[in-house]
């Protein structure tokens, strides 16, 4: 079983504890967060990433924030509030599942003015607590999915004796939501259920996401897992090794394009080269109906240290320009299936994303 990313430890003065990510793979630690600004530089500098974490890690965020101010005092709670889901929301541009969740957690304490403050305060730290509950249960949906959907396509490389071959790129895995992952979820199925299963993991260039902490929570977990470099994909997938392309999605416009991190447009359009199936595993909290298309999405851009000093050590000559936006976006065209907790769309994406999100009037 993945290990917790995050999770609340104590009552209501307790504190929401998470893996630092930063450290992995060499270190195993864990911080506790007591306060608003430990969690908006936790999102802001990786220690929690991946767009549902970073959902989570923002309601626990807001409660820590709220969570003192005088109960006798309603118009201070509000101020504090907004205050925190503001700010918590300048920590990151790209996920949307940051301002899913802190836009939950505002809906909430809208929804229940009318009661004193203490019980509004113990709603929110609820609230976060079940968004954790409520990740688990969608990524073992999009697991169940996405597994179905990886054993029904031809194969390219596998045989029931030979593993089924999957590429991924950055960490979609259990580090990046509350347990299981939405990418990874269909491979910790496949191996629960002794289906033989064998990932290659790009490495994630600049901040080597899929080195550190896919291949790290894949290893932990016992499944079989190959790193490649970013620039081996293509040799790979000309090389007949890989069955599907799975990947997560921190944002998908209404059209269907899709944000994910840097490098998965080249995955995408290399799958489609080599007529791999690229599949993005995408709950319905990373979906945007509010973006008509992918150019719509924020990209964040990072420091040029990330770049040039990746590895600990200078790598680049002092002064050179560097360009580093942290994700890209990848057209529908290239997306062969969307893996959501509700069921798989495939294209066309706007009439099936506008299903998804149309209230169904059966039994009415
Ligand atoms: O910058 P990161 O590490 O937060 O980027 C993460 C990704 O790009 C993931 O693929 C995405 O958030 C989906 S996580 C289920």
């Not at 990786?46 to 820590?64: D, E, K, Q, S, T």
């Not at 019980?119 to 609230?127: G, K, M, N, P, V």
């Not at 249960?137 to 031809?154: D, K, M, S």
Request: proline share 6%.
């Amino acid at each position: 079983m993945p290990v917790k990313t995050i999770e609340w430890v104590g009552g209501q003065d307790g504190v929401a504890r998470m893996i630092d990510q930063t450290l992995l793979p060499a270190e195993l630690k864990y911080l506790d967060v007591k306060d608003v600004e430990t969690m908006w530089e936790a999102i802001k500098t990786l220690r929690i990433r991946g767009a549902p974490a970073i959902g989570i890690a923002a309601a626990f965020g807001v409660y820590l924030a709220v969570r003192n101010t005088p109960g006798d005092d309603y118009a201070a709670f509000k101020a504090e509030l907004d205050r925190a889901a503001d700010y918590l929301g300048s920590a990151r541009p790209t996920a949307v599942n940051l301002f899913w969740a802190l836009r939950r957690i505002q809906n909430l304490a809208a929804a229940h003015t009318h009661e004193p403050v203490p019980a509004i305060q113990a709603r929110i730290l609820d609230e976060a607590k079940r968004m954790i509950d409520e990740d688990n249960t969608v990524c073992r949906a999009i697991g169940e999915f996405g597994l179905q959907t990886l054993l029904e396509q031809p194969r390219r490389t596998s045989t029931t004796e030979r593993p089924l071959t999957v590429l991924t790129h950055c960490n979609a895995g259990g580090l990046a939501t509350a347990q299981w992952g939405t990418a990874l979820a269909p491979i910790y199925l496949a191996a629960e259920r002794g289906i033989l299963i064998h990932v290659y993991v790009d490495e994630t260039r600049p901040l080597l996401q899929g080195a550190r902490i896919t291949a790290w929570e894949l290893q932990q977990a016992g499944i079989p897992v190959t790193l490649i470099t970013d620039n081996m994909a293509a040799a790979v997938m000309a090389q007949g090794r890989i069955d599907a392309v799975i990947v997560g999605t921190d944002r998908v416009a209404a059209n269907g394009d899709v944000a994910n991190k840097i490098g998965t447009l080249g995955v995408a359009i290399l799958a489609k080269e080599f007529g791999v199936p690229f599949y993005v595993a995408a709950p319905t909290s990373s979906i945007d109906m509010q973006l008509e298309s992918g150019d719509l999405i924020p990209i964040e851009e990072r420091k040029a240290e990330e770049v040039t000093e990746g590895f600990g050590r200078r790598t680049a000559p002092v002064g050179v320009a560097v360009y580093n936006p942290a994700f890209d976006v990848t057209p529908h065209r290239y997306v062969t299936a969307l893996i959501t907790e509700n069921g798989v769309l495939r294209p066309p994406y706007t009439e099936a994303l506008n299903r998804l999100f149309t209230p169904t009037t059966a039994g009415m």
